[in-house]
C-alpha cells in the first residue's frame, strides 16, 4: 500500500502504476479535488453540490474575514467562506476582491454553503482503504478540518471534512473560538509554506511522527510512553524509521501488529520462558544478604509463570536455609490459571531448574514442594493486596502497560513495600520515574535499591 | 486470589445451579474488583475460615431470589417468606460446601460458617482491603454474582 507522508520523498512511480491498477478496481470514494496555495486537496464529492464560478458576492459588514459574503444562487441565499483565507494561505496577488471566483457548493446536513478555492482541478475515484488518518504533522492547518490524506497519481490530496468547516463557520458566530486579528486584509503569508512543507517534508517534522507513534502504541497496546522507558522509546524510534524507509514501509503504526512490530525489542530477555542460565546468574547476583528467616518476594504481572518459577530457583540457591515466599500476580486469568500447574519439555528447562522437576501421569513438571513457595494469585496490581514487606519485587515491562498515573502510584506501592534492604527489579528498558527515590544498583540488570 | 481456589468456586456454582434449577445456566466473564459492592436486594453470605479467610456472597434481585426458591421448591411462590429465605441460604450452603470439598481434595483446608442472608434496598458490602472475585451466573429466573474474597493468612 502506498503511503501518505514516507512516499512523498520517494519517488515511486513505478510503484504508483501498478497500485493504480490494482486500485482502480476497488474504487468507492470519489472526492472533488481543487487547489490552495498551489497545494491539493479534496473533498466528498456526496458533499458537493455544484461547482460554481462565482461573482458579486454581497459584502457582510462586522464578519469573519474568511466570511467572503453571501451570495445568491438562484433565489437561495447562501453564504460564502474563503478557504485560503481560512486555512492561512496566500491569496493569489490580483487580491480576493476580483470579480469571478472558483468555489464548490457544498451540501452539508444542515445548510448549504460556498466556499472559494484557486481552481478547480478533477473528480478522482479512489479506495476509501487508501485514506491515511490526519497526522499531527499538519500543524497550522487545524487538524479537525482533515479528513485524510490519500495519493493519487504522484500527488498528495488532503481532503477536507466539509462538516466541520460549516461548523467552524457557526461555532465562529457565536463568538466561542479565537481569531486572528480582525482585519477583513488578514493574509498569514508567512505562514503557508511553512504548513505547505510540513505536509511535504516529514523529516522535517520529527517529533510529531514520534508522538503519533506513542499514541498509537497506547491504542493498539496500551502502552504507556513515559520516562520510565522513553530512553527505550527513542532509541527505538530512530532504529525503526531507518529500518521502514530502508524496506519502503510506512512509519506510522497502523494496526496492532504493526505496534507488536514495534515493541518486539521492548521485551526483557527471555520474556514468556525460563529465564537461561546467564540470565539466572545475573538476577541473583542483585539479591542481597539480608536476614531473616523468611524471604518475601512479589512477582507482578506474572503471566503464564515461567519467570516466577526461574526467580523461585534463584531465591532457594541463594538463600538455601530460609523460607522462600513468593507471590505471583497476574490479571490475565487464562495465563495464570495454567501457571499453578506448569507443564513443559524437560529438554527445554534450563539446568539450574532441573533440580526441581518430576515427572508425573501428566508430563514434566515441578515438584510439589518446589511449587508450594509459589502462590500464583489472579489479582489486579492496581487493587490493594495483602503482601508483607518484600525483600525483592520483580516487575518486569508491567508498569509500561499501565497508564502514567497508574505507573506512579504503582511504584510508590512498591517503595512503600519493599524492605529497607529491598531490591526492585523492573524490565530491561525500563527505569523508575522518580530517579531520587530509587539507586541503581551497579553492575545489574535494571535493578534497584531505595535511596 | 489464589488460582487454585477460583476453578471450584466456578465448577461448583455451575453444578449446583444447574442441578437444582433443573434449566440452562450460563457462566459470564470472570473478573476482579476492589471497591465496595452494592447488593441487589437480596444477599446470602458464607464465611471461610481455616488456611484462609473470606467469605462467599451470593447476590440476587428479590425477584430472581423468589423465582429460584419457587424452582426449588417446586411450587410457585411469590413473597419472600421463612420458605424462600431457608431455600436460598441452602442454596448458598450447598455452593460453599461443594466448592471447599473440591479444595480439601486439592489439599486445602476450609471451614465455612452457617450461611447468613441479608434483604433489603440500596445495601452495600465492603471489604475493601480484599479484592473480590466476581463470578456472574445467568439463570432463566435472573442473575446471581457470585462474589468470592479469600485472603491467605499471612
Known amino acids: ?451 | 486470589m489464589r488460582v487454585e481456589y477460583i476453578n471450584p468456586f466456578v465448577e461448583a456454582s455451575y453444578n449446583i445451579l444447574k442441578e437444582v434449577l433443573g434449566s440452562e445456566v450460563v457462566r459470564g466473564e470472570l473478573y476482579l474488583k476492589s471497591t465496595s459492592t452494592p447488593v441487589l436486594g437480596v444477599a446470602a453470605l458464607v464465611g471461610l475460615a481455616g488456611d484462609v479467610e473470606g467469605r462467599v456472597l451470593f447476590d440476587m434481585t428479590k425477584e430472581t431470589a423468589i423465582g429460584i426458591a419457587s424452582l426449588m421448591n417446586g411450587e410457585n411462590l411469590t413473597t419472600m417468606d421463612d420458605l424462600a429465605k431457608a431455600t436460598i441460604q441452602e442454596l448458598a450452603n450447598m455452593i460453599t460446601a461443594q466448592a471447599v470439598t473440591k479444595l480439601h481434595d486439592l489439599g486445602f483446608k476450609f471451614d465455612l460458617t452457617p450461611p447468613a442472608l441479608f434483604t433489603g434496598e440500596n445495601m452495600e458490602v465492603s471489604s475493601s482491603s480484599v479484592e473480590a472475585l466476581i463470578v456472574p451466573m445467568k439463570l432463566s429466573c435472573g442473575k446471581i454474582e457470585i462474589n468470592v474474597a479469600i485472603r491467605e493468612r499471612n
Not at chain 1, 73 to 87: A, E, Q
Not at chain 1, 100 to 120: A, F, H, P, Q
Not at chain 1, 132 to 149: A, E
Not at chain 1, 401 to 406: A, G, I, K, Q
Request: contains cysteine; negative net charge; proline residues 5%.
Open chain 1, 1 to 451: 500500500m502506498s503511503s501518505a507522508a514516507g512516499s512523498l520523498v520517494l519517488d515511486r512511480a513505478e510503484q504508483e502504476q501498478k497500485e493504480g491498477a490494482e486500485r482502480s478496481t476497488l474504487v468507492d470514494f470519489k472526492m472533488v479535488t481543487f487547489s490552495l496555495g498551489g497545494k491539493d486537496y479534496g473533498i466528498d464529492i456526496m458533499k458537493v453540490k455544484e461547482i460554481a464560478k462565482f461573482s458579486n458576492f454581497t459584502y457582510v459588514p462586522n464578519s469573519y474575514p474568511y466570511v467572503r459574503g453571501v451570495y445568491n444562487l438562484r433565489g437561495d441565499i447562501i453564504s460564502i467562506l474563503d478557504l485560503r483565507i481560512l486555512f492561512h494561505l496566500p491569496v493569489p496577488k490580483d487580491g480576493p476582491l476580483t470579480n469571478t471566483e472558483n468555489g464548490l457548493i457544498l451540501r452539508l446536513e444542515e445548510n448549504v454553503l460556498g466556499v472559494v478555492v484557486d481552481s478547480i482541478d478533477k473528480v478522482i475515484g479512489i479506495s476509501s482503504k487508501d485514506i491515511q488518518p490526519p497526522h499531527p504533522i499538519f500543524g497550522d492547518i487545524n487538524i479537525k478540518y482533515i479528513q485524510g490524506v490519500v495519493e493519487n497519481g504522484g500527488r498528495l490530496y488532503i481532503i477536507l471534512n466539509a462538516e466541520s468547516i460549516c461548523a467552524r463557520e457557526e461555532g465562529a458566530r457565536k463568538g466561542d473560538l479565537p481569531l486572528p486579528p480582525g482585519d477583513p486584509g488578514y493574509q498569514h503569508e508567512e505562514a503557508a509554506p511553512a504548513a505547505a512543507g510540513y505536509v511535504q517534508s516529514p523529516a522535517g517534522g520529527a517529533e510529531p511522527e514520534r508522538d503519533f507513534i506513542r499514541d498509537t502504541l497506547k491504542t493498539f497496546r496500551g502502552f504507556y510512553v513515559t520516562p520510565l522507558n522513553e530512553e527505550w522509546f527513542l532509541r527505538r524510534f530512530s532504529e525503526w524509521k531507518d529500518l521502514r524507509q530502508r524496506e519502503g514501509a510506512d512509519i506510522q503504526l497502523k494496526a496492532v501488529e504493526d505496534a507488536e512490530t514495534y515493541l518486539s525489542n521492548f521485551y526483557s530477555a527471555d520474556t514468556g520462558r525460563f529465564w537461561n542460565e546467564n540470565l539466572a546468574v545475573q538476577y541473583s547476583r542483585v539479591l542481597g544478604e539480608s536476614g531473616g528467616k523468611i524471604v518475601n518476594a512479589w512477582n507482578v504481572g506474572c503471566g503464564r509463570g515461567y519467570e516466577s518459577y526461574s526467580l523461585a530457583a534463584i531465591l532457594s540457591k541463594k538463600y538455601s536455609n530460609r523460607i522462600i515466599k513468593l507471590w505471583a500476580n497476574d490479571n490475565d486469568l487464562i495465563a495464570i490459571s495454567t501457571a499453578a500447574n506448569l507443564l513443559f519439555n524437560e529438554a527445554d528447562i534450563p539446568e539450574y531448574l532441573k533440580l526441581y522437576v518430576v515427572t508425573g501421569k501428566n508430563g514434566t513438571g515441578f515438584q510439589t514442594d518446589f511449587k508450594n513457595k509459589i502462590f500464583f494469585e489472579y489479582h489486579d496490581a492496581m487493587h490493594s493486596n495483602t503482601l508483607p514487606d518484600l525483600d525483592i519485587i520483580v516487575a518486569r515491562d508491567m508498569l509500561s502497560f499501565l497508564s502514567p498515573e497508574n505507573q506512579r502510584k504503582l511504584l510508590t506501592g512498591f517503595y512503600e513495600k519493599l524492605k529497607p534492604t529491598g531490591v526492585l527489579v523492573l524490565g530491561d528498558n525500563e527505569r523508575p520515574l522518580d530517579s531520587s527515590h530509587w539507586e541503581p544498583i551497579q553492575n545489574a540488570r535494571s535493578s534497584y535499591k531505595k535511596s
